[in-house]
């Protein structure tokens, strides 16, 4: 206990909710606190405390971010109906991701964390594949509108207003003209910023991480909107990035988001996969499921102005809390959430040069994945794992079999 590895800066610590809350105090109080006199800017993002605050809280640990550089969060409940009710808001709160995504822009990465005795279930997936979902705008800021009955046979328009007052119009469907008189519009966006920004954060993360660098759209349907995109990548590369790539002996590849999905499955893996706003929804879960488990990958947010948000990429594991409430032994995999901690102060080493915390943070990852292939795991990677001597301990079992290896 007497060395102790001391910070300079403090990390900012976003709580969350239900059983990921459990998992992170245990993490702090068996992995990390043992060994770091850990220094953090505390903000509670649990559900109480947004009710308290009417979600104020969120928006002030978004600025601590961008202040301090590095934040760690755990997972959050998105209040729906049903959680109104259990925790009587007052509101229908937004997300808090989604709060945190608005303040910081950049782009999520997501990338599977591979372990000993959890194939993949594609074979060829020898080395990880990390998706690097845009998360600015498309249908995440979109208005859409029903064309229903009172609105049957509407002529629907786009129609683009300059300060200047000229005016630019496109017909989006006349309704009236169609068999059917009603159905579905759907308006959405993005700034050149914001892609701009998206382009630059996955280009400086191949490098970091010497990966080749592939992105796809469908530019053949979407001619203008998804061409944009495309456009602005290869400005952004021709103009800053084809250099330092080929200095770095890695690629920057376009293709059409069909043909990459095919390639996807056929690669090898150990690439990034820069992905739109919704295909990266969609695909990160799609990878991590394949990969193995959601539990089993790690996430970060970075911000084009140089803050970086670490989080697990699976949610509060509600069911698992109840059974918790109940006195219960629960086997939750809490990998993502100490990823989560590792990758957050072992950026805090790097930026504040303090190389003992980063090489903790490094100790911290190969204890964990350590203690899998030794076949100590939970109930998820259980059910995976072809070791033939595995144990399935419980989620504090499991914790405290990584304290012991550090
Ligand atoms: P979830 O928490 O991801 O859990 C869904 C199921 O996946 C669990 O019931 C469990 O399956 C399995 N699972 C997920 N994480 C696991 C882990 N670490 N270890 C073992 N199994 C794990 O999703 P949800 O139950 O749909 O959502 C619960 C709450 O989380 C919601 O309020 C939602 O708003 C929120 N959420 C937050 C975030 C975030 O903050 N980033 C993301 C998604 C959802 P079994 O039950 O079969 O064991
Ligand atoms: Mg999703």
Redesign the pocket.
């Known amino acids: 206990m007497t060395d102790r590895i001391a910070m300079t800066t403090p990390l900012v610590e976003l709580d969350?909710?239900?059983m990921?809350r459990v998992i992170w105090a245990w993490t702090k109080e068996l992995l990390i606190e043992p060994f770091v006199e850990l220094k953090t800017e505390y903000y509670d993002l649990g559900i109480e405390e947004r009710e308290r605050t009417r979600d104020s809280v969120t928006g002030a640990a978004a600025a601590a971010i961008a202040r301090q550089g590095v934040g760690v969060?755990c997972?959050?409940?998105?209040p729906?109906a049903e959680?109104v009710t259990e925790y009587g808001l007052s509101e229908l709160y937004p997300?808090?991701?989604a709060t945190l995504r608005a303040h910081l822009d950049g782009t999520v990465f997501r990338c599977p964390i591979l372990v000993e005795g959890v194939l993949p279930y594609i074979p060829t997936w020898t080395r990880p594949i990390t998706i690097a979902r845009h998360a600015y705008g498309d249908i995440y800021k979109a208005v859409d509108l029903l064309i229903d009955k009172t609105m049957a046979g509407a002529t629907v328009e786009l129609v683009a207003t300059a300060p200047s007052g000229a005016e630019k119009r496109l017909p989006i469907h006349d309704f009236v003209l169609s068999d059917d008189p009603s159905g579905v519009v759907l308006g959405m966006h993005n700034t050149d910023i914001s892609i701009e920004a998206f382009a630059r954060s996955c280009m400086e993360y191949a490098l970091e991480t010497r990966q080749d660098l592939w992105f796809a759209t469908k530019d053949t349907i979407s001619k203008i909107y998804d061409r944009r995109f495309r456009d602005i990548f290869e400005q952004v590369f021709e103009s800053d990035y084809r250099q330092r790539f080929e200095a770095a002996a890695i690629e920057y590849f376009y293709t059409l988001i069909d043909d990459a999905v095919a390639r996807v499955i056929r690669s090898e893996g150990g690439f990034i996969w820069a992905c739109k706003n919704y295909d990266g929804d969609v695909m990160s879960d799609m990878v991590a499921t394949a990969f193995g488990?959601?539990?089993m990958m790690t996430s970060v947010l970075v911000s084009p102005h140089g803050a970086f948000e670490y989080?697990?990429?699976?949610?509060?594991?509600?069911?698992?809390y109840y059974q918790h409430l109940q006195g219960e032994q629960t086997?939750?995999?809490?990998?993502?959430t100490i990823f989560a901690w590792s990758g957050a102060l072992h950026k805090r080493g790097e930026l504040d040069g303090i190389p003992a915390l980063s090489a903790f943070a490094q100790r911290l990852e190969a204890a964990s994945l350590a203690t899998i292939a030794a076949g100590d795991m939970?109930?998820?990677l259980y059910a995976l794992s072809r070791l033939k001597e595995k144990r399935r301990l419980s989620t504090r079992e499991f914790m405290e079999a990584i304290a012991a290896r550090l």
């Open positions: 969350g909710d239900e990921t969060k997972a959050t409940i998105t729906n959680r997300s808090p991701n488990s959601l539990a989080e697990a990429a699976h949610g509060t594991v509600q069911r698992h086997s939750t995999n809490p990998i993502a939970t109930g998820d």
